[in-house]
């Protein structure tokens, strides 16, 4: 409800408004009091009297609710309120030193100091993003002579890390495929879900993992991906599954191939821990590569914030391998057309790290070996942690799957009531799937966590 | 690991001539290629021209007087203190809290209300783009019947933003084809035929293409109709300090409508005014009733950024609250922002007067009337191709003139090149 104001003189007393105003504030609504001027576009009616202007300040947005915590990065939050000092954050999987903080690489400071002593500028990239860094990525994922990208048969294109990445991409199969299904683990990662939900791309899952071995039900998953409809896309961790850290044998993988290209699907590959699940970039790259020398088309997400440390700079790719380079150059037009009204093109800074780290010989070196100390630190906590459950559980229970997990996560077959005793008694951080991070756990903690799985795996139903 | 590699070798060689393999067709057989964008193809086409005497007035980004890219003292400053003391870790959803918080000063007010009442649903967001992209997201989420009003013209990018947010767009009158100037009249005539509450995007200052700003008078009367209206004032603020060179006049139009108690959303860039184009930085704003409101609202703004890209880039955020967060920064900024904008004005100067000292016929006080990094010069699509083809001069097909690719040692060439192709007209 709005009425004019308008008064008769110019300008209408100051005192004499502020009086009316005091007189009509009425809980939300504020009254707006404006001196009209004679106006030329506008014709005032009323003369010798004054009337008020009444704002309701009803939002448009009155019925918007608190949304749900993010399960993943809601997890952090819940853990910096915590004052205990046993308090263990094992929720998002960041690595962290064995003293538990945040380790940025040796070699992303020395190709931030070069950036910064090269004085280069801060222009837009192109839509498809850096140029070097597109080439390096492709290179690293699929091998440098790899022929695909002899024949310029791959599309890249940077991406926001693996989340953007695999947002452009399921915007594309929306797109190009509508109706197509994408098939997703079980479990898999959180926000794959709402990437595909929010691209409206229907998604159904396959079985991964089985509760009973605490390791792949492989038979599950071969079953499912076969019964999906011809031409489904197959979204596969191409190394250490998040959440589970269980990946398929070589063999597995090579029937995993078979079914899929029996079924005509298409695999679709996130890359998120590539040297991180063994410390060897090409052997974590080697399923991706399987399913590349077989001549199929692919799509891979890539992102380097695990691996390079580089989370906050969200850097990663999207990778459509086609089976002609006319394909290629297509896909990649039609990719960058969904990312320009999302952000226009991505940010310079992770790129240029990225491009100067893998593009040059021996900060690529150093970083192959920064890698494997981060993935060693990783393998011997797992020991060590399997090590103390041993020792300390005495109802038999078999903790290898901790060895046999790979990567930064561990599935600990924790049900959701153990969770909650794991951090409302234990003060441990996790989620609720019953994944930990071992990126967050360090040597002088294993005991103490140890305690706290068998007290809730044993004591919690 | 050499067992591994070796069984998957093996593999290959037995499956390379497997079943099912889709050598020869493709998948991607109905893509077709996606037209070159209109803005961003003009630096591609610039770029690949081996002509001397080429001159890049097609992408606003600011160029120096020797038409460089320019990269602010405040931010290389800002750059040498942040090296080597971030930790890299993933910002909150929301984005940097510190670099949000000077943010909304900038547009709001250094000692709004507003923020101290913390009624201001905020998240970091990618760049303007970013922050568009977001409150078309939230739009079609929570106010799925409502449509959006564009100008004619706008800025291209606009219509795909909402397009692909699926929130259908309507237009109303901006530019004045005759005048070059602001259609206020028929402007008005839209705002009230336009259904009650209807969703507006408005340019608050150095509109792009146009170049040309409403006078506060006119925001008053805009804003007034608004609230007769109810509508609902969503700001694309990409120039914020670049119009005028003075930030807070430049964002009088909001300011202007926060007075009279409109509970706007805003999306701010600092590509231009900070320099920090690739870098990504901005911010969306919402608004709210009451901060318990702020807080559900900024809820689910992060709830559509989770699966787009999880969380926004941190370095540019960094160098932003260092430069605004230290006073000898900022008073720095300040100066670099003016010395930006004062040069664009220049030039505009410098090309009327070339214009008219050649003895064109046409009338160009639509040059030094527009505000801004462009100049809505008038000239037709295929006056433009003109200047391409025969003259190397780059620039988008509806006649916007960057002011920012504009030098002393351009401007002879580009008025004569103009005077060429409209002198027949």
Known sequence: MVISLASASPSASPAMLENLK???????????????????????QSSGRITMALAVNVSRFEGVTMAPPDPILGVSEAFKADTNDMKLNLGVGAYRTEELQPYVLNVVKKAENRMLERRENKEYLPIEGLAAFNKVTAELLFGADNPIIQQGRVATVQGLSGTGSLRLAAVFIERYFPGAKVLISS?????????????????????????????????????????????????????????????????????????????????????????????????????????????????VAQSYSKNLGLYA???????????????????????????????????????????????????????????????????????KLFDSLSAKDKSGKDWSFILKQIGMFSFTGLNKTQTDNMTDKWHVYMTKDGRISLAGLSLAKCEYLADAIIDSFHNVS | MASKTAAICRGISRRSSGFGVRSMSSWWRNVEPAPKDPILGVTEAFLADPSPNKVNVGVGAYRDDNGKPVVL????????????NQNMEYLPMGGSVKMVEETLKLAYGENSDLIKEKRIAAVQALSGTGACRLFADFQKRFRPDSQIYIPVPTWANHHNIWRDAQVPQRTFHYYHPVSKGLDFASLMDDIKNAPNGSFFLLHACAHNPTGVDPTEEQWREISYQFKVKDHFAFFDMAYQGFASGDPERDAKSIRIF?????????????????????????????????????????????????????????????????????????????????????????????????????????????????????CYSGLTPEQVDRLTNEFHIYLTRNGRISMAGVTTGNVGYLANAIHEVTKSA
């Open chain 1, 187 to 299: 479990p898999t990662w959180g926000n794959h879900k709402n990437i595909f939900n929010d691209s409206r791309v229907p998604w159904s899952e396959y079985r991964y993992y089985d509760p009973k071995t605490v390791g792949l039900d492989f038979d599950g998953l071969i079953s499912d991906i076969k019964a999906a409809p011809e031409g489904s896309f197959v979204l596969l961790h191409g190394c250490a599954h998040n959440p589970t850290g269980i990946d398929p044998t070589p063999e597995q993988w090579e029937k995993i191939a078979d079914i899929i290209q029996e079924r005509n699907h298409i695999p679709f590959f996130d890359v998120a821990y590539q040297g991180f699940a063994s410390g060897s970039l090409d052997a974590d790259a080697s399923s991706v590569r399987l399913f590349a020398a077989r001549g199929l088309e692919i799509l």
């Open chain 2, 258 to 374: 926060l007075e009279d108690g409109h509970l706007i959303g805003c999306a701010q860039s600092y590509a231009k005014n900070m320099g920090l184009y690739g870098q990504r930085v901005g911010c969306l704003s919402v608004l709210c009733e009451d901060e318990k409101q702020a807080v559900a609202v900024k809820s689910q703004l992060q709830q559509i950024a989770r699966p787009m890209y999880s969380n926004p880039p941190s370095h540019g955020a960094l160098i932003i609250s260092t430069i605004l967060s230290d006073p000898d920064l900022k008073n720095l900024w300040l100066k670099e922002v003016k010395v930006m904008a004062d040069r664009i004005i220049g030039m505009r100067t410098a090309l009327q007067e070339n214009l008219e000292r050649l003895g064109s016929s046409l009338s160009w006080e639509h040059i030094t009337n527009q505000i801004g990094m462009f």
């Open chain 1, 22 to 44: 005091a007189q009509m504030k009425l809980g939300s609504s504020h009254v707006m009091f404006r001196k009209e001027k004679a106006n030329p576009f506008i014709k005032t």
């Open chain 2, 73 to 84: 003292e405040c931010v290389r400053e800002a750059e040498r203190r942040i090296i080597g």
């Open chain 1, 313 to 383: 700079e969200r850097i990663g790719a999207i990778n459509v391998v086609c089976s002609t380079s006319d394909a290629a150059a297509r896909v990649k037009s039609q990719l960058k057309r969904i990312a320009r009204p999302m952000y226009s093109n991505p940010p310079i800074h992770g790129a240029r790290i990225v491009a100067n780290v893998v593009g040059d010989p021996a900060l690529f070196n150093e970083w192959k070996e920064e890698m494997e100390l981060m993935a060693g630190r990783i393998k011997n906590v797992r020991q």
